[in-house]
């Protein structure tokens, strides 16, 4: 089984502050994990992914994500905040199976998150 | 660049009622294909994945019922039966055979209960 966990429902800050969004997951092997965004009325955006390697990896938009297998966490780390990065950013797993698991993503609850100007 | 295009992009559903949704893959490069659903809470759940035509799965998720086809290498279409709750539906697309390759989500089709 797998399952993500984004333990913040809420994040508020000011524009100009860092932030970081909260990730862990329960996985049996090495996962692969993404984070999306979605903003109000939109689909989901891609920011970034881990898949190997460098534990820090860099999306778009100025995100970046810190994988740290020692507590099976994934935070999403951006500095400094802006206001248009106000939206709800999701989580997700992909475990390294094949057939039934194949292209299923598990998603967290999501976090709001809300950049005051 | 769109990759993805999703028909309706919404629709009321009286009670009962079936409705039949459409998503159509622009680029060839990202075969495969699933559907997604996001409840009203915002809670995303992967329903399928179906990489070559002619693949089709059933589904029962409380609040709907779900038949899922992919008709040819670029359509894949989604049945929602006896749904009682409005629901979200995401198709994507990704590149190979899904496992760590980026999925993308298509606009969404947004379905309401009468």
């Known amino acids: 089984a797998q399952s993500v966990d984004q333990p913040d429902a809420h994040v508020t800050l000011y524009e100009g502050a860092s932030l970081e969004l909260r990730c862990s997951y329960s996985?049996?092997?090495?996962?692969?994990l993404f984070w999306y965004v979605q903003y109000p009325g939109q689909s989901l955006q891609f920011l970034l992914k881990y898949i190997t390697g460098d534990a820090v990896v860099k999306g778009t938009k100025g995100f970046e994500a810190e994988f740290r297998k020692s507590n099976s966490s994934f935070n999403l780390k951006k500095s400094p905040a802006h206001w248009s990065d106000s939206a709800k950013y999701f989580c997700a797993l992909e475990g390294r199976g094949t057939g039934a698991n194949t292209g299923k993503l598990t998603f967290g609850h999501g976090t709001i998150l809300r950049v005051h100007p | 660049v769109t990759l993805l295009e999703q028909n309706p992009r919404w629709r009321l559903v009286p009670r009962g009622q079936a409705v039949n949704l459409r998503c159509i893959l622009k680029?060839?490069?990202?075969?495969?294909m699933s559907w997604y659903q996001q409840d009203l809470q915002k809670q995303l759940q992967w329903l399928f994945t179906l990489r070559s035509p002619g693949d089709k799965e059933v589904k029962s998720l409380p609040g709907a019922d779900y038949l899922a086809t992919r008709v040819t290498d670029t359509e894949l279409r989604l049945q929602v039966a006896n749904m009682s709750q409005g629901r979200t539906l995401y198709c994507t697309c990704s590149s190979g055979q899904g496992a760590r390759d980026t999925q993308y989500f298509g606009p969404g089709t947004r379905l309401l209960v009468l």
């Open positions: 996985y049996s092997a090495a996962p692969y």
């Open positions: 680029n060839s490069q990202y075969p495969w």
